[in-house]
């Protein structure tokens, strides 16, 4: 892939010396840096009890599998409190998330829940790059799976995340 550190100089409200420092997490990606195939693997997050129940109050889900601990463990089927999927889809994707300053979300495909995953697991996500096409004049789609696991490569997520990337130049818009 191309550039890590997109250098922004001109930046509005942040002096010349500090916009010429390449800003943290930032990539200036465009269709053409994309290529198929190339994976990368995030760092692991271990997903706590406080974390899960804010999570569950701030989307208001407050299923007994995720959210009643007696109901879990006596009446549940795993028995133990799940962490909530849309929890696991959110932190998963997070995980590999780039901030690329070319591309844009265009939607997701194939989200599966594969297993349960509980409170006090451990998750890590792998990110493939799995095509590209040609979309408009002006930008190209690229197909990106995500694979979250647990544990020690339990497969419990996955996903296709449809992007939008700009064409470098005009030229480069034609060949794609």
Known sequence: MAEIGVHARGVPGVPEAHAQIPVWNSENWFFEDFEVGDRIRSIRRTISEGESMLFNSLVMDHHPYVSDQEFAAQEGVFG????AGAMVFSYGLGLAATNCLNSFSYGYD????IKPVFIGDTIYTIRENLAKERKDDRMGKVRVSYSVYKGKGELVLYC???????????KEAQDA
């Open 80 to 83: 133990k409190r799940l962490v």
């Open 110 to 113: 194939r989200l599966r829940f």
């Open 160 to 170: 296709e995340h449809l992007m939008t990337a700009l064409y470098r130049t005009a």
